[in-house]
């Protein structure tokens, strides 16, 4: 019997260890040859723009809270594309149950030398209603051929606020990822003492 459960957990980390391997992704600005050559979708010819990465971690800390990181890479293909430097981050706002934050944003056109960062001054908060706020941002210098990335961390009051995932949208998406650690409260973890 005990084979039988040493057997099993090591299978478990086994597994657990595959998949940790598999969630390696490139770094916030390094961008392969095929990105940066990349002028059209193999899977829609027609598609302005695709979506390179779209991923999430989610987890939660000690204080109940559900902190997401987000990142989003775009490769622009045409000249009706570029309205996708224009970035709007919807988020739950009333009562401060959510709050946006490290916003980074940049651009990149392979044959220029330099990225086209977002300043902290060009990011704007809006209040849509009573209830949710638009972060806002254009991201700088967005051609036909550049690539835009940004990345922001949502906080969250507490875990009911888990937001559905969609692995497709309206344009061609290469790479959609989403990561839920989920964690035992503090409480939970603790030892506790049986006397026989």
Not at 1 to 25: D, G
Not at 30 to 45: F, N, P, R, V
Request: charged share 25%.
């Amino acid at each position: 019997m005990r084979r039988y459960i040493l057997f099993s957990v090591l299978l478990c980390f086994i597994n657990l260890y595959s998949l940790v391997a598999q969630t390696t992704l490139p770094e916030f600005g390094a961008y392969s040859t095929e990105e940066l050559t990349m002028t059209e979708c193999s899977m829609d010819k027609d598609a302005e723009a695709v979506i390179l990465l779209d991923q999430a971690n989610s987890y939660y800390d000690d204080n109940y809270q559900l902190i997401t990181e987000r990142r989003i890479r775009i490769k622009i293909l045409n000249q009706r594309g570029i309205d996708r430097g224009s970035v709007r981050i919807p988020f739950y706002s009333k009562d401060g149950f959510e709050v946006i934050k490290k916003v980074d944003a940049m651009s990149f056109t392979p044959g220029d030398k330099d990225f086209s960062k977002v300043s902290r001054k060009s990011i704007f908060t809006e209040k849509e209603d009573d209830r949710y706020s638009i972060i806002k941002f254009a991201i700088p210098n967005v051609k036909t051929g550049s690539i835009i990335e940004y990345r922001y961390t949502s906080v969250m009051k507490s875990y009911s606020g888990l937001d559905n995932w969609f692995f497709q949208s309206d344009i061609p998406i290469t790479a959609s990822r989403f990561f839920q650690i989920v964690t035992f409260p503090m409480w939970l973890q603790k030892k506790h003492i049986m006397i026989y």
